[in-house]
């Protein structure tokens, strides 16, 4: 039987990666099947790398973006914030690199992405992202080479946004995902394939004045609803696309002409519904068949039943919900430093971290850099101790 192994000297990162690219999915099922419910009960996805902040601006903020001023990334956080954006044209790039922690030099994720204003009212917006998982090495069983791999994954997006008023705006966004893990490699007695989807964001932002001294914001994002993703013919191990519910606001204050300060709330829930545990006295088969019901849901099914259903009851679906807080200091829209929180529960990933950065503007230059740091004692973020990079490029009607 043919293996797979990576050209890095620690098989644990290979280890580490994939399990991140598969979602934990059927680990987590084995777990709970032999120890019943602990209390740790994951909801997993394919195409985790779709809930990751694309830029270095929101990386610095604890991830907050749903109400967050309109900038370039918006068709990520929230599209319909492009309806208020102050620039008729503007382009934008953030390199992330991925592992480095744990020695990884060859893994990163690509963000581009821009948008144009078509009239007072709607705004248009592309974006790709794109996810390497660097090269893999694939090798028979007396450790011949039989090839390279280079799993990767990426997704396209395209939104329309309006205005409904002069406070209120809506927006969609229609995606295509690609996730290749593999590069149809068998993987014990499975031949396996690239999965592809398509998938939709609606949103709703509203913003307006608080006085002449400040100003805030509302911000509503459903995300990555769509067709599950398919990695073999096997359509009973379909995986979903991680659909989020995203919530936030966000209080402007001018301190004076030159200074200004934010305060950002993002409140998140996966729409994805919660996997099954095993009941006391339950049989094996009994669960099993009940874990199959469970891969069979709709995206539709999975996210109506993600807001209400769990087997933890209401004390659990509290557990699922995800909280960042962020905050940014504006000196004459030039300078800029930020700072962010980000919170889930420990029976829900236990992902928690600070997150500081800095921008500059120059003329209609934007550049922006975050830095991760876990708070947990034992954190497998992939962007721990990590540099972000974001630069970004914004022009007025009367700049060419």
Not at 194 to 218: R, T
Not at 321 to 350: I, P, V
Request: net charge negative; proline share 3%; glycine share 10%.
């Amino acid at each position: 039987m043919p293996t797979i192994c990576m050209k890095t000297d620690t098989i644990k990162i290979f280890t580490l990666t994939l399990i991140f690219a598969f979602g934990l999915s059927h680990a987590a099922k084995a777990q709970v099947s032999e120890t019943g419910q602990t209390g740790k009960n994951y909801i997993s996805t394919g195409m985790p790398i779709l809930l990751i902040a694309p830029d270095a601006r929101a990386g610095a903020l604890g991830d907050v973006g749903a109400a967050s001023s309109p900038d370039a990334y918006s068709s990520h956080w929230n599209g319909a914030k492009y309806a208020f954006i102050k620039n008729s044209f503007g382009l934008s790039t953030t390199y992330t690199p991925w592992l480095r922690n744990l020695g990884v030099s060859d893994m990163n994720l690509l963000y581009l992405g821009g948008y144009a204003r078509i009239n007072n009212r709607s705004t248009v917006a592309l974006s790709l992202r794109y996810f390497s998982l660097g090269d893999i090495e694939h090798t028979g069983e007396e450790g011949e080479v039989l090839g390279q791999m280079h799993p990767n994954e990426f997704s396209v997006d395209a939104t329309y946004a309006m205005r409904l008023g002069d406070n209120l705006s809506i927006a969609a966004t229609g995606r295509l995902n690609h996730s290749d893990l593999t590069n149809g490699q068998d993987v014990g007695t499975e031949t396996t394939k690239a999965a592809n989807s398509l998938a939709a964001d609606v949103g709703l932002y509203y913003q307006n004045a608080a006085g002449q001294d400040g100003e805030y914001a509302l911000g509503l994002l459903i995300s990555n609803l769509g067709a599950k993703l398919s990695y073999s013919d096997d359509n009973t191990r379909n995986e979903f696309l991680p659909a989020n519910l995203r919530l936030g606001g966000r209080y402007t204050y001018n301190l004076d002409s030159y200074n200004t300060i934010s305060a950002m709330l993002d409140i998140n829930k996966l729409l994805v519904a919660t996997p099954p545990v095993r009941e006391e006295g339950e049989s094996e088969a009994e669960y099993r068949a009940r874990y199959n019901d469970y891969y069979n849901l709709g995206s539709v099914q999975s996210a109506i039943q993600a807001l209400y259903s769990a087997p933890g009851g209401f004390s659990e679906k509290l557990q699922e919900l995800q909280f960042s807080l962020g905050a940014e200091y504006w000196y004459n829209q030039t300078f800029a430093l930020r700072a962010g929180y980000f919170f889930e529960h420990k029976n829900k990933g236990g992902r928690q971290y600070l997150t500081i950065g800095a921008g500059i503007k120059y003329n209609v230059f934007a550049f922006d850099l975050s830095y991760l740091v876990p708070t947990t004692k034992f954190s497998t973020n992939p962007l721990t101790n990590t540099i972000r990079i974001s630069l970004s490029v914004d022009f007025t009607s009367d700049k060419k």
